[in-house]
């Protein structure tokens, strides 16, 4: 009785890895072809979801490529950022996006074996740049004079 039940699950579970799969890969493509505030508002929503999947691929054990999808992270906070400074558009939201990120790779990384932190500590300081890009757009520097 018990196998007939477990087999089900598990073709359900396969299923709904291979969905999350494909709408992850649409949201990409997505976010790759957009364009302004809408390609940034995208990218930095798909780099805060990015965190939780590679969150999910090191709980797996799939280190390399829960590595791979940090930097997927990082391809896709800079296209928010560059998105956001070339259209001046979703300046604000991008902003707060990257910080909702950065706060997650930091509770990621408290998680993680000391081996697999430094190259989320790198993603980490470069989003940090990307969000102060963004405020100095936002608010530029007084000049002096």
Known sequence: MRKNLVIPA?????????ASQRSLESLKDEADHAQGGHQAKLSSELAEYLVGAADQQFTQGN???AQ???QDV??????ARDA????????????IKL???L???ESL????????????DAVQKKIEQFRQDLLDAMFPPKKKG
């Open 68 to 70: 791979a999808t940090i």
């Open 74 to 79: 990082l391809k896709y906070a800079q296209l």
């Open 103 to 105: 706060r997650r790779l």
């Open 84 to 95: 956001a400074v070339k259209s001046h558009d979703s300046l604000k939201q991008t902003e």
């Open 10 to 18: 598990v073709f359900l579970l396969a299923l709904t890895a291979l």
């Open 109 to 120: 990384k408290r998680t993680l074996a000391l081996e697999d932190r430094p190259p989320v």
């Open 63 to 65: 280190n390399e490529q």
């Open 99 to 101: 910080r909702e990120t």
